[in-house]
C-alpha cells in the first residue's frame, strides 16, 4: 500500500483583489495502478470545481482547503480578505494514514485512561 499526496494551489492578482485556494488530498492505494507516479493520470481522477470538491471523487480524502470568499459583493474595490475553509480528516482518515504508513494502531485497554488519552 502507499499513498498519493494531491496539493494544488492558485494565486492571482487583480486589479482590486486577489484570487486565492488551495487544497490537499490524499488517496491510500492498496494496489498500485499501473498510472502510479502519473501526475496526469491523478489529474483525470481530480474533481472538477473549486477547493471543497477537488478531492470528492474516486476515493480522494479531503485533509483541508480554503478560499477567499468573493460572495455577498465581497470584489472591486469593496474587497476584502474573508477566508474560508474547512480541515476534513476525522478520526478513521488519521488511523488510516497512520496504519498505511507505520502498521497497524493497536488499541490499548480502556482501564488504562494514560494509554487512552495518548491513543486518541
Not at 34 to 42: I, L, P, V, Y
Not at 63 to 82: A, H, I, K
Request: net charge negative.
Amino acid at each position: 500500500m502507499y499513498i498519493d499526496v494531491h496539493f494544488k494551489y492558485h494565486c492571482r492578482a487583480r486589479m482590486s483583489e486577489i484570487e486565492w485556494f488551495y487544497s490537499l488530498g490524499y488517496k491510500i492505494q492498496r494496489r498500485p495502478p499501473a498510472t502510479a507516479g502519473d501526475a496526469c493520470a491523478n489529474d483525470d481522477e481530480l474533481g472538477q470545481g473549486g477547493p471543497k470538491d477537488m478531492h470528492a471523487h474516486n476515493g480522494w480524502q479531503s485533509l483541508c482547503w480554503g478560499y477567499y470568499d468573493d460572495s455577498n459583493g465581497n470584489y472591486g474595490r469593496n474587497w476584502r480578505r474573508v477566508e474560508r475553509g474547512q480541515v476534513g480528516l476525522c478520526e478513521e482518515g488519521a488511523v488510516d494514514v497512520y496504519e498505511t504508513l507505520f502498521g497497524d494502531l493497536e488499541k490499548p485497554a480502556p482501564t488504562d485512561a494514560e494509554a487512552m488519552l495518548a491513543y486518541r
